[in-house]
């Protein structure tokens, strides 16, 4: 070295520049995901899927976020976050950002649709149709569409009408053609109608192209001078129930017929709005003219989802059918099942191991097992056809003791968990909905099961919801044990969600937000202990975020302590690798594709003793410390090992996996190897 060198200052680690935004963060992963669009490796319709993914991810991420900054500037435009910056700054920037991805869409959109042509899939406009198809769609128009269609037109007597948010409508001028009067009028397009009709032949309709095609059916006499399509975005926040609410339920149910009415946060047109019919729009919504996105394509890109899914082999991913882990597949009735899981603990993988004949499973048999005396569950998110909540309701019916935590305030799913508490109350079981200022985002489930030895209790601990539908299309960990220490550690923690406690006192389990981020922080300590005394030292984080400031301030010291952290984050990420003396010892990788990563792995070297936690807790203020979360030890030093090496494989891949360094993100688009996900549907089963 250089003696007159003068040394590089030290990083002040709690310099904002070191953290990147949140909100930016968060438009770069969903960049990453419409690159599968235009991606040639990928499969046509599987790239029109991600066009459709990337757009609903948008819409979801501006109700919450935008809603979210444009309150937080009007109680305190002065408020940073993190990274230094205001909250107007990131607004502005949210809604650019927000505005080019769009365009970044619609482009997508535009280069596929050739490529569909040349497969005969076709989106024509009515006009350009053949006689016959016309015939058809206009019979379906007046027997199935125009029935349920509202004309809302704005004079003296009529006020302007409300907007749902996300759904699209029909903005027209309507002129009397006697006086030539000009009124505005909007038309919602009915959305329990497909978006595209099928004209035959692999053609397709929109079907507000349709409804406009006919629009004189619902002004007979009028003259229609001009028509666009519309969507509005409300905020997606509702307010949270303070300690007060003496019944949560009712209390959900008030703020979801009130979120209906939440303000508007943007405003998309398709076409030319005459000049004074936008700003009747931007008046009326309350928007500034920068909320406002115009384009000439199609609006609603989600809808894409429907063409998608076209059944056509050659252009979609070859179906696969989830793999029956083996102690699954010998056991036959309920008691060689809880002797299988109290031989040894079982790992499972899915979707690449079948969920329903794995966790369902499980929870059905326990259900119709007379032994079983209680069974205890959490519910965040699951589908409407649930065979779990079947189950739970069954197992109430035989008399068992069946207690579910329902987590009502899960975003866009509080209708759909409502219902369902209202149902499982109705059955018998008995629900609580833990406590308001806390969101049960757990996934756990214990089974109380009488034994010539005693009673014994069995458990599942997961990384995901107990939810059929996405377990086929969600990467995500389940362990089943009857470890007693664990066991034991779960009932601390359903008695804290339906009783009265202040704290969960847990041995074995991570539970947030009594230990979770202390204990973490312990074992990230301690590896920064052994990199200091020259020992080897390593974490493995695969999670969806890292958000926490003071946890990547943490990373950011281990890495200078000579910490190898390789972080597996799907979304947001605020740390920025690879910068020498601060982060060159720490690995971004992004893995997109077929499968939305949802698992959450947290390993550590341990001097050689590795230790290794599944749970439901991503890196992010919300999970580990205003939320129950739970993470569990997997001790089988094979399952332990299993997971490394998928771990490995993330890690390794050149096709699937994104890098970050620094603030940007890049990927091998040469890269013809299979991907991660590819190569473990070929491994499956695992156990």
Not at 145 to 174: E, Y
Not at 253 to 273: D, F, M, T, Y
Not at 286 to 313: E, F, H, K, N, R
Not at 419 to 434: D, F, I, K, P, Q
Request: charged share 25%.
């Amino acid at each position: 070295m250089d003696d007159d060198a003068i040394p590089a200052a030290p990083f002040d680690l709690d310099d904002p520049a070191l953290y990147l935004n949140r909100e930016l963060s968060w438009l770069d992963f969903n960049e990453r995901v419409l690159a599968e669009a235009t991606d040639p490796r990928n499969r046509l319709l599987e790239r029109v899927k991600f066009v459709a993914i990337t757009a609903s991810n948008l819409d979801e991420f501006f109700a919450k976020r935008v809603g979210w900054l444009k309150r937080a500037l009007q109680s305190d435009p002065r408020t940073t976050t993190v990274d230094g910056l205001t909250v107007g700054a990131q607004l502005k920037l949210v809604v650019e950002r927000s505005h080019g991805q769009r365009r970044a869409m619609d482009a997508a959109w535009a280069a596929l649709q050739p490529l569909l042509a040349e497969h005969g899939i076709q989106i024509v406009a009515f006009t350009d149709l053949d006689p016959a198809a016309k015939g058809r769609l206009t019979d379906y128009f007046k027997s199935a569409i125009f029935p349920v269609l509202t004309p809302l037109v704005v004079d003296p007597a009529h006020p302007f009408p409300f907007i749902s948010s996300g759904s699209l409508s029909l903005a027209l001028n309507v002129r009397h053609a006697a006086t030539g009067v000009d009124r505005f009028a909007r038309v919602k397009i009915p959305q329990n109608r497909p978006r595209f009709l099928d004209a035959g032949e692999r053609r397709f309709v929109l079907i507000e192209d349709v409804i406009a095609s006919h629009i004189g059916m619902l002004f007979p006499g009028m003259e229609i001078t001009e028509s666009q399509v519309l969507q509005v975005l409300r905020s997606a926040e509702i307010g949270t129930p303070g300690e007060e609410a003496s019944d949560l339920l009712e209390v959900i149910e008030s703020e979801l017929r009130r979120r209906r009415l939440n303000e508007a946060v943007g405003l998309a047109v398709s076409g030319r709005l005459a000049a004074s019919r936008l700003e009747l729009m931007i008046e009326e919504l309350d928007l500034a003219a920068d909320d406002v996105y115009v384009t000439a394509g199609m609006l609603g890109l989600s809808d894409l989802m429907q063409i998608g899914t076209l059944p056509i082999a050659e252009l979609v991913e070859p179906p696969f059918v989830p793999a029956i882990p083996s102690t699954f597949q010998r056991v036959g009735d309920p008691a060689e099942l809880f002797a299988a899981i109290r031989e040894r603990d079982i790992l499972v993988h899915h979707p690449y191991e079948s969920f329903d004949a794995t966790v369902a499973r499980f929870i059905d048999e326990a259900a119709t097992d007379p032994s079983v005396l209680a069974i205890k569950q959490t519910l965040y998110r699951t589908s409407n056809d649930s065979p779990i909540l079947s189950s739970l309701i069954d197992a109430a019916g035989r008399g068992k003791q069946v207690a579910v935590l329902v987590e009502l305030t899960a975003r866009f799913d509080e209708a759909q968990n409502i219902e369902w508490a209202r149902r499982l109350e109705t059955a018998g079981v008995h629900v609580a909905y833990g406590q308001p200022s806390l969101k049960v985002h757990s996934k756990i489930c214990l089974v109380v099961r009488e034994e010539p030895g005693g009673v014994t209790m069995y458990a599942h601990i997961g990384t995901g919801n107990y939810n059929s539908r996405t377990a086929r299309v969600y990467t995500d960990f389940g362990l089943f044990t009857a470890d007693p220490a664990i066991c034991a550690d779960l009932v601390q923690v359903f008695n804290h969600l339906t009783g009265f406690s202040d704290h969960i006192e847990t041995r074995e389990l991570l539970v947030a937000p009594s230990n979770l981020r202390y204990r973490l922080e312990e074992h990230i300590r301690r590896e920064i202990a052994a990199a200091r005394a020259g020992q080897p030292a390593r974490v493995i984080l695969k999670v969806n975020a890292v958000e926490d400031r003071d946890f990547c301030r943490l990373l950011y010291e281990a890495s200078q302590a000579g910490v190898k952290v390789d972080l597996i984050c799907r979304g947001i990420c605020r740390i920025r690798p690879g910068i020498p003396g601060l982060s060159e010892n720490i690995r971004v990788v992004s893995v997109i594709g077929r499968f939305l990563e949802h698992s959450r792995v947290y390993a550590f070297e341990n001097g050689g003793a590795r230790e290794l936690y599944i749970g439901s807790a991503d890196i992010m203020k919300r999970n580990l410390d205003e939320r129950i979360e739970v993470l569990t030890p997997v001790r089988r030093p094979e399952l332990r090992q299993q997971v490394e090496a998928l771990l490995d494989v993330y890690l390794t891949d050149a096709r699937q996996a994104w890098r970050l360094l620094d603030s940007a993100w890049s990927r091998d688009d040469s890269a013809t190897e299979p991907g991660n996900q590819q190569r473990l549907l070929a491994q499956a089963p695992f156990s």
